[in-house]
């Protein structure tokens, strides 16, 4: 995965992080079947038809601000966050993708995309 992001999906050399679009080509390269839904979508009813999803975010907190990745995954306690913060190990639950948006650092949601985990064959 990094090799690949590496030659084909880095915007200035990672300086300013990875392309979303890039993202998308890399899972649908794997085979993976993804969809995207517009901004201001019902995130949560997506998600439950997908294995999981990743979203890319903008934050902002006071003058600072960034965007990061995060995968999710819904369950019936509610949407599981993984890499909430750069290098976590750790697992976040919300009750909904819009509480995960609204909480803390005043998230705004560029785009997400929802992965069903089947291999496309072809047939």
């Known amino acids: ?8 999906g880095l915007f200035f050399g990672a300086v300013w992080g990875v392309r979303a ?4 080509k890399f899972l649908r390269l794997q085979g993976l079947t993804i969809w995207e839904k517009p901004r201001n979508s019902t995130y949560d009813k997506e ?9 890319m975010y903008f934050w ?9 990745y995060v995968t999710l995954k819904k369950t019936e306690e509610g949407v599981l966050i993984y890499n ?12 909904s993708v819009d509480e995960f948006l609204r909480k ?15 291999k496309e064959t072809g047939e």
């Open 21 to 24: 679009k890039s993202v998308a």
């Open 60 to 68: 902002r907190r006071g003058k600072n601000c960034g965007g990061h």
């Open 84 to 95: 909430l913060y750069r290098n976590s190990k750790q697992t976040y639950r919300f009750a």
């Open 47 to 55: 998600l439950e038809r997908a294995d999981c999803a990743i979203l």
């Open 104 to 118: 803390n650092y005043k998230k705004a949601a560029l785009r997400v995309y929802f992965i069903d985990g089947k």
């Open 1 to 8: 995965v990094k090799k690949w992001f590496e030659k084909n």
